[in-house]
């Protein structure tokens, strides 16, 4: 089966920076991605990463490490719009299409 | 463009009811799917379909049907609505290779029964 593992909630303060972590089991594995959900809204996509190493975008960055099964999400300048839930989810299986969700970890910035 | 469409956004049904959640997408993406999400239980994949004419079924399918008739369209049916079915659900489409498999998903559809 699959699995992924994720803090259910963390709280950082405005211009902090916050690092969320995934670790995941599957049978087959094409890459780990980060979405984003604000409440009541549909989920984002954030980031992909099918290769080890750090991806950045703006203030976020994403990081695999394949031989760990283990990826982050690192937002940096925290702004009090970055309150949502986050998402680690991988593409694995039979079907290249699957995405599998983790529990999601809920963000909270603080003035 | 519209991307993904759901409709509706809201819907409230009796224990038994049957219904269906409409899914739409002008992407001409071919994999498509419906997740349920819960408090506390992230989302769930219940059925997927990789193309026209092709469906499969995801972790929690019991209870719910689908077609793919179309590219476009992707369309979830409830046979006989349960209080468990209570839920949050959101189609999302993609295409299904390799690269930057960013998926895209629509607004969700609020359904509660009772």
């Known amino acids: 089966g699959q699995s992924l593992e994720q803090p259910s909630e963390v709280t950082a303060v405005e211009g902090a920076i916050v690092q969320i972590n995934c670790t995941y089991q599957?049978?087959?594995?094409?890459?780990l991605s980060w979405y984003q959900q604000h409440d009541g809204g549909a989920p984002t996509f954030l980031s992909y990463?099918?290769?080890?190493g750090l991806e950045e975008t703006g203030r976020f960055s994403s990081f695999l490490s394949r031989s760990d099964s283990y990826g982050y999400l690192l937002l940096q300048e925290l702004q009090m719009k970055d309150s949502a839930s986050y998402f680690c989810?991988?593409?694995?299986?039979?079907?290249?299409?699957?995405?599998?969700f983790g529990k999601g970890t809920k963000l909270s910035v603080k003035p | 463009n519209a991307g993904v469409t759901q409709t509706p956004k809201f819907q409230v049904l009796k224990t038994g009811q049957s219904m269906t959640l409409q899914c739409a997408q002008d992407?001409?993406?071919?994999?498509m799917s419906w997740y349920r999400q819960d408090p506390g239980m992230g989302l769930r994949l219940i059925h997927y379909?990789?193309?026209?004419?092709?469906?499969d079924q995801g972790e929690v399918p019991n209870g719910y049907n689908v077609s793919r008739s179309t590219t476009e369209d992707f369309p979830l049916r409830l046979l006989s609505a349960a209080p468990s079915q209570t839920s949050v659900y959101f189609c999302?489409?993609?295409?299904?290779?390799?690269?930057?498999?960013?998926?895209?998903f629509g607004q969700g559809t609020r359904l509660t029964v009772v």
């Open positions: 992407m001409n993406h071919e994999y």
């Open positions: 999302a489409s993609s295409s299904p290779t390799g690269m930057n498999t960013e998926a895209f």
């Open positions: 990463n099918a290769l080890d």
């Open positions: 379909s990789v193309g026209a004419g092709i469906t």
């Open positions: 599957t049978s087959g594995f094409y890459g």
């Open positions: 989810a991988v593409r694995s299986g039979g079907s290249q299409g699957n995405l599998i």
